[in-house]
């Protein structure tokens, strides 16, 4: 049997700051809400649907460890900073930076050029 990872629900504290932060590396979403469910936004690449939705009242933030290739036309390190993205730590693959960032619930982000 073949499997392949097709969905990433993250829960955050303000989906649209999220949304916003992760549109920085390239992401676009999509507003959605299921009948009475809650507004979220998706964003579906690579065969892969990634959501956001609101974190529950009371409900803690996890610590999940995400990574993300980026296609970019510009320096990764400058369109970081120019978004306002601080770098908290970076190593390299295979000769090339990847950079270590905060999300808004801090959570590490692992992003490298592509």
Same mark, same amino acid.
């Given at each position: 049997?073949?499997?392949k990872?097709?969905?990433?629900v ?12 992760? @549109? ?8 959605e809400q ?10 579906v690449?690579a ?9 529950? @009242?009371?409900?803690p933030?996890?610590?999940?460890r995400l ?6 036309e510009?320096?990764?390190? @400058?369109s970081?900073? %120019?978004?306002?993205? %601080? ?22 982000v ?5």
């Amino acid at each position: 049997m073949e499997q392949k990872f097709n969905l990433l629900v993250l829960r955050c504290r303000d989906i649209d700051v999220s949304r916003g932060f992760y @549109e920085q590396l390239g992401l676009v979403f999509e507003r959605e809400q299921h009948g009475s469910g809650p507004v979220h936004y998706a964003a579906v690449f690579a065969g892969m649907v990634f959501e956001l939705y609101p974190l529950k @009242e009371g409900e803690p933030a996890d610590r999940s460890r995400l990574g993300f290739a980026v296609n970019l036309e510009t320096d990764l390190r @400058e369109s970081l900073e %120019a978004a306002g993205i %601080a770098i908290i730590s970076q190593y390299e693959v295979d000769q090339e930076p990847v950079f270590v960032v905060e999300d808004p619930d801090g959570r590490k982000v692992e992003v490298r050029q592509r």
